[in-house]
């Protein structure tokens, strides 16, 4: 366990935060464009985690937009929030507990088979053909399932957990990937594959070479090759079970060795959406543009005109790169009335967890905080025993949101 205290004139603001590795314990994220989509006729889906005030969907193209309050809307407390569009241009989200449905007229909210234990933070929703699947990040080590299906025919529901499946229990689910009939789900005990009814781990250290099996994002390209996102790794070609290429930063221009999400475009590039901005890999070479934005970037697709739509998190900013030029399509000030925050706020950091070198974990952590006048600031990390062992700012700021990088890797657990 980690304090962090920041001092501002006479005021102290102070939050304990737990870093565990691989954690339990899931926090809100503020200001982040989380799950990116399309429909059919080229518009943007996106769903938005507001500034801890509101959850919302937004349709757009062309500047024109459709916003979702799904706060307002549905009476509901600030959530984490996530979306998708089916082959009929429904639009699906999940929000605690619910899924929902839009038929491009109505809304309509579908229950869980059960509710969640806890938080859902990084949840992943995606449609395919009858079927709308979904995982929820902590379900599996609160005692839920973590890996979920609803009929949309029938409207049933399909829960795969270690009581019906050949997965194990405890599993931190990244996102979905869907080819064919095959659901592949990145755990971080494995990659999990869900064919039919049944679901199974088809690749973890036990069966192969691998020097992970701690996966958030899989992907299978045109040419048929297979790639891994890991938290701790980079990007991993999957050749065969004794065979694994790896992109990280040690070896490549990786900008950060979280991979949150994978895409391609016609061309065959991929593109990846790491912790510390997006990169793209083209003929086995790495190339960073972590020089037009270093934030994280939680999911990224290329739509049909080979332009890369990014979410970036902390800003709320959603971009689209052209190969080119980096736009601004739209960023939190558009649904936030000021840029001077209203109170002294320490945010949760992120990512969380994050860990050292010791545990092969994402060592490095960013830090928001908010001050809503002119005041010194001091910013420290300390141990469980109360030390100070870092000052990461100790310098006069104006008015306004702040995000630093706290890097724990040489420092001991605790």
Same mark, same amino acid.
């Given at each position: 366990?980690?304090?962090?205290?920041?001092?501002?004139?006479?005021?102290?603001?102070?939050?304990?935060?737990?870093?565990?590795?691989?954690?339990?314990?899931?926090?809100?994220?503020?200001?982040?464009?989380?799950?990116?989509?399309?429909?059919?006729?080229?518009?943007?889906?996106? @769903?938005?985690?507001? &500034?801890?005030?509101? @959850?919302?969907?937004?349709?757009? !193209?062309?500047?024109?937009?459709?916003?979702?309050? +799904?706060?307002?809307?549905?009476?509901?407390?600030?959530? #984490?929030?996530?979306?998708?569009?089916?082959?009929?241009?429904?639009? #699906?989200?999940?929000?605690?507990?619910?899924?929902?449905?839009?038929?491009?007229? $109505?809304?309509?909210?579908?229950?869980?088979?059960?509710?969640?234990?806890?938080?859902? *933070?990084?949840?992943?929703?995606?449609?395919?053909?009858?079927?709308?699947?979904?995982?929820?990040?902590?379900?599996?080590?609160?005692?839920?399932?973590?890996?979920?299906?609803? $009929? *949309?025919?029938? &409207?049933?529901?399909?829960?795969?957990?270690?009581?019906?499946?050949?997965?194990? @229990?405890?599993?931190?689910?990244?996102?979905?990937?869907? *080819?064919?009939?095959?659901?592949?789900?990145?755990?971080?005990?494995?990659?999990?594959?869900?064919?039919?009814?049944?679901?199974?781990?088809?690749?973890?250290?036990?069966?192969?070479?691998?020097?992970?099996?701690?996966?958030?994002? +899989?992907?299978?390209?045109?040419?048929?090759?297979?790639?891994?996102?890991?938290?701790?790794?980079?990007?991993?070609?999957?050749? $065969?079970?004794?065979?694994?290429?790896?992109?990280? !930063?040690?070896?490549?221009? =990786?900008?950060?060795?979280?991979?949150?999400?994978?895409?391609?475009?016609?061309?065959?590039?991929?593109?990846?959406?790491?912790?510390?901005?997006?990169?793209?890999?083209?003929?086995?070479?790495?190339?960073?543009?972590?020089?037009?934005?270093?934030?994280?970037?939680?999911?990224? *697709?290329?739509?049909?005109?080979?332009?890369?739509?990014?979410?970036?998190?902390?800003?709320?900013?959603?971009?689209?790169?052209?190969?080119?030029?980096? /736009?601004?399509?739209?960023?939190?000030?558009?649904?936030? $009335?000021?840029?001077?925050?209203?109170?002294?706020? =320490?945010?949760? &950091?992120?990512?969380?967890?994050?860990?050292?070198?010791?545990?092969?974990?994402?060592?490095?952590?960013?830090?928001?905080?908010?001050?809503?006048?002119? /005041? +010194?600031?001091?910013?420290?990390?300390?141990?469980?025993?109360?030390?100070?062992?870092?000052?990461?700012? &100790?310098?006069?700021?104006?008015?306004?949101?702040?995000?630093?990088?706290?890097?724990?890797?040489?420092?001991?657990?605790?």
């Amino acid at each position: 366990m980690k304090i962090i205290k920041m001092n501002s004139h006479n005021k102290l603001l102070q939050i304990v935060f737990l870093v565990y590795f691989f954690s339990t314990v899931i926090y809100s994220q503020a200001n982040l464009i989380h799950s990116i989509d399309f429909d059919s006729q080229n518009r943007v889906i996106y @769903s938005y985690v507001g &500034n801890y005030d509101s @959850s919302y969907i937004v349709r757009y !193209q062309n500047g024109i937009k459709n916003i979702w309050n +799904f706060t307002a809307m549905f009476n509901a407390p600030f959530f #984490w929030v996530s979306s998708c569009v089916d082959n009929n241009d429904n639009i #699906w989200v999940y929000m605690q507990g619910k899924i929902y449905r839009y038929n491009n007229t $109505n809304w309509t909210e579908i229950p869980l088979p059960s509710n969640p234990n806890s938080y859902q *933070k990084y949840s992943d929703i995606e449609a395919k053909g009858d079927y709308v699947f979904l995982t929820l990040y902590t379900s599996s080590i609160m005692g839920g399932a973590s890996i979920l299906r609803y $009929n *949309k025919v029938n &409207n049933s529901w399909r829960t795969f957990d270690s009581t019906n499946s050949n997965i194990p @229990s405890g599993l931190l689910t990244g996102k979905l990937f869907i *080819k064919g009939d095959s659901v592949f789900v990145s755990t971080n005990k494995g990659l999990v594959l869900i064919r039919n009814e049944s679901a199974e781990i088809i690749l973890d250290m036990s069966n192969s070479s691998i020097q992970t099996q701690a996966f958030y994002s +899989f992907y299978i390209s045109k040419n048929g090759k297979k790639w891994l996102g890991t938290y701790d790794k980079g990007l991993v070609e999957w050749i $065969n079970n004794s065979t694994f290429k790896y992109y990280n !930063q040690s070896n490549s221009s =990786l900008p950060n060795n979280f991979i949150n999400a994978i895409h391609e475009d016609s061309n065959g590039n991929l593109w990846l959406a790491t912790d510390r901005g997006f990169a793209r890999l083209k003929n086995d070479t790495i190339y960073s543009y972590s020089n037009l934005t270093n934030s994280s970037i939680t999911d990224l *697709k290329v739509d049909s005109q080979n332009r890369v739509w990014i979410g970036e998190v902390g800003t709320g900013r959603l971009l689209v790169f052209d190969g080119v030029n980096l /736009s601004i399509i739209t960023n939190v000030n558009e649904n936030n $009335n000021s840029n001077i925050p209203d109170n002294y706020t =320490l945010h949760q &950091n992120y990512p969380n967890p994050f860990g050292n070198a010791i545990h092969s974990f994402n060592p490095t952590t960013r830090i928001r905080f908010s001050i809503p006048e002119n /005041s +010194f600031v001091k910013l420290s990390v300390y141990d469980i025993l109360g030390r100070e062992i870092r000052t990461i700012l &100790n310098d006069w700021k104006t008015a306004g949101d702040y995000e630093y990088e706290f890097d724990g890797s040489e420092l001991p657990s605790g």
